[in-house]
Structures are given as structure tokens and as C-alpha cells.
């Protein structure tokens, strides 16, 4: 974009402004003949390119996503909760449904879940945002980061109470003994240091039925910013696989 206000294309209006490229064309043999003359005609097959330079397709991204629950998620010592994730915010209102997510799991409030989207310094490499992926997807990625979360920060109350961690329950951002009345808050267990475990293959997710938060209606998150206009979209992978 030249960034001129003339040159600004609505959001709305954006896929059909595009003018669509064509997927097939015909080229009978007299006219290739005529086009090319008496020339010699190269072919240059892309793969052959890549593997001679040392190049390769990118991985699939549900068979890379980073293990560590670090990559995904940051409990500050204040309990604030730091969701990194590769997806973006492009109207289709993945930063409140993934916050309900994480809060569901993680035994957070959603106002204490914060977002960090597609910021590639910082954000797992994820394919981006696009095929309607981001919730079944992302979203069950990071609900088994935040129930792994949960799991370690009850281990780490067992451990510093010298119990079993069955007797343990996560609530309202803190570990609770209900049977002696200790209580410890996520902060003060992690201290604001980086979880440094393995998302677990099958942590203790919570069933539907027993959700409190996800799946439930809620105001959208930064809602005041989409209705002024002072959200900033990405140009997301979605549209460009709209003008592809």
C-alpha cells in the first residue's frame, strides 16, 4: 500500500478488489512454436532447485510446534498470564476464544490472560492463519499447554508442601490444600521464571461439560478497539490465499 488515504482498501472489500489470477491456460502447438521461434526451451523444476541449494519445504506445523511449555505460555510473578501464539486477530475473534481457552485450563481469570499474536520474535512458528485452523488447532494446542501448566505448578506446591499432589486443587490462580488451608498463587510458585517443562502428550483436560469459561459468551476482547477502528489488522494468510 503507498499508505495515501485514497489508496486504503476497506477491510470488507479487500477479496473482491483482488483481481483473480488464472489457474489455467492453453497454448496449442503452432502458436508455442511461434512464441518460442527456433530457441531451445529450459525447464527448471523447483524442487530440484531447492534440494541442489539445501533448501527444503517447510515442516508441517502440528508435527513442529515447540514442546516446551515455555514457548507458549509465561506466568509472571504477579500472576499475569503471556500467551504467545502464531496466529492473528483478523476479525475472526481467536483472541477472546483462545483467552477462554487458557483461562478454562490454566484456573485463570480471562482478564488476566494476555495475547501475543504473530509476533515472529517472539511467537512459535505455526504456518499462520489461515484454512479455518485456529481453533481446532491452536486452540487444543493451548489448552494442553495451559492444563500441562496447571499439573507442573500443582507438583511444584506438592513439593515445597511435602505432600501428595492429589490432595491439591488449582483455583483462581493459586494451588489450594483444602485440607490445611495453604495456599499458594501461581506468581509465587514460579516466581516469574520460565516454566521449563514438556507439554504433556495427554494432560488433564477439562471436559465440555464442566466448562465455566470457554465456550461461553463473553464480551469480545478489545472489543472497543474493533467498533472505532483502532485495531490494527494483520494482512493475514487467509486473504492471501483468497488473492492466490
Given at each position: 500500500m503507498s499508505g495515501?488515504?485514497?489508496?486504503?482498501?476497506?477491510e470488507e472489500r479487500q477479496h473482491d478488489a483482488v483481481e483473480r489470477l488464472a489457474y489455467r491456460f492453453e497454448l496449442q502447438r503452432r502458436e508455442f512454436f511461434k512464441l518460442m521461434g527456433g530457441g531451445v526451451v529450459v525447464c527448471l523444476c523447483a524442487p530440484a532447485l531447492a534440494q541442489e541449494s539445501g533448501g527444503r519445504a517447510r515442516p508441517n506445523a502440528e508435527d513442529e510446534l515447540p514442546k516446551g511449555i515455555d514457548a507458549w505460555l509465561h506466568i509472571a510473578e504477579d500472576g499475569a498470564v503471556t500467551v504467545y501464539t502464531g496466529?492473528?486477530?483478523?476479525?475472526?475473534?481467536?483472541r477472546t476464544s483462545l483467552s477462554q481457552q487458557v483461562a478454562e485450563e490454566l484456573r485463570v481469570s480471562i482478564n488476566s490472560v494476555r495475547l501475543i499474536m504473530g509476533d515472529t520474535d517472539l511467537t512459535p512458528f505455526d504456518m499462520g492463519t489461515f484454512g479455518s485452523r485456529s481453533t481446532p488447532v491452536m486452540g487444543s494446542q493451548l489448552r494442553k499447554v495451559a492444563a500441562s501448566a496447571r499439573q507442573v505448578l500443582v507438583t511444584m506446591a506438592a513439593e515445597l508442601w511435602?505432600?501428595?499432589?492429589?490432595?491439591?486443587?488449582?483455583?483462581?490462580?493459586?494451588?489450594?490444600?483444602?485440607?490445611?488451608?495453604?495456599v499458594a498463587s501461581y506468581g509465587a510458585l514460579t516466581k516469574g521464571q520460565r516454566v521449563l517443562k514438556v507439554v504433556s502428550e495427554e494432560p488433564p483436560l477439562t471436559p465440555p461439560d464442566r466448562w465455566q469459561i470457554a465456550g461461553k459468551a463473553r464480551p469480545k476482547i478489545d472489543g472497543r478497539n474493533f467498533v472505532t477502528g483502532k485495531h490494527k489488522y494483520t494482512l493475514g494468510h487467509d486473504f492471501c490465499r483468497h488473492a492466490a
Amino acid at each position: 500500500m503507498s499508505g495515501e488515504p485514497d489508496a486504503v482498501i476497506l477491510e470488507e472489500r479487500q477479496h473482491d478488489a483482488v483481481e483473480r489470477l488464472a489457474y489455467r491456460f492453453e497454448l496449442q502447438r503452432r502458436e508455442f512454436f511461434k512464441l518460442m521461434g527456433g530457441g531451445v526451451v529450459v525447464c527448471l523444476c523447483a524442487p530440484a532447485l531447492a534440494q541442489e541449494s539445501g533448501g527444503r519445504a517447510r515442516p508441517n506445523a502440528e508435527d513442529e510446534l515447540p514442546k516446551g511449555i515455555d514457548a507458549w505460555l509465561h506466568i509472571a510473578e504477579d500472576g499475569a498470564v503471556t500467551v504467545y501464539t502464531g496466529k492473528v486477530e483478523i476479525g475472526q475473534n481467536i483472541r477472546t476464544s483462545l483467552s477462554q481457552q487458557v483461562a478454562e485450563e490454566l484456573r485463570v481469570s480471562i482478564n488476566s490472560v494476555r495475547l501475543i499474536m504473530g509476533d515472529t520474535d517472539l511467537t512459535p512458528f505455526d504456518m499462520g492463519t489461515f484454512g479455518s485452523r485456529s481453533t481446532p488447532v491452536m486452540g487444543s494446542q493451548l489448552r494442553k499447554v495451559a492444563a500441562s501448566a496447571r499439573q507442573v505448578l500443582v507438583t511444584m506446591a506438592a513439593e515445597l508442601w511435602h505432600i501428595d499432589p492429589a490432595s491439591l486443587t488449582a483455583d483462581e490462580g493459586s494451588i489450594r490444600n483444602s485440607k490445611t488451608g495453604q495456599v499458594a498463587s501461581y506468581g509465587a510458585l514460579t516466581k516469574g521464571q520460565r516454566v521449563l517443562k514438556v507439554v504433556s502428550e495427554e494432560p488433564p483436560l477439562t471436559p465440555p461439560d464442566r466448562w465455566q469459561i470457554a465456550g461461553k459468551a463473553r464480551p469480545k476482547i478489545d472489543g472497543r478497539n474493533f467498533v472505532t477502528g483502532k485495531h490494527k489488522y494483520t494482512l493475514g494468510h487467509d486473504f492471501c490465499r483468497h488473492a492466490a
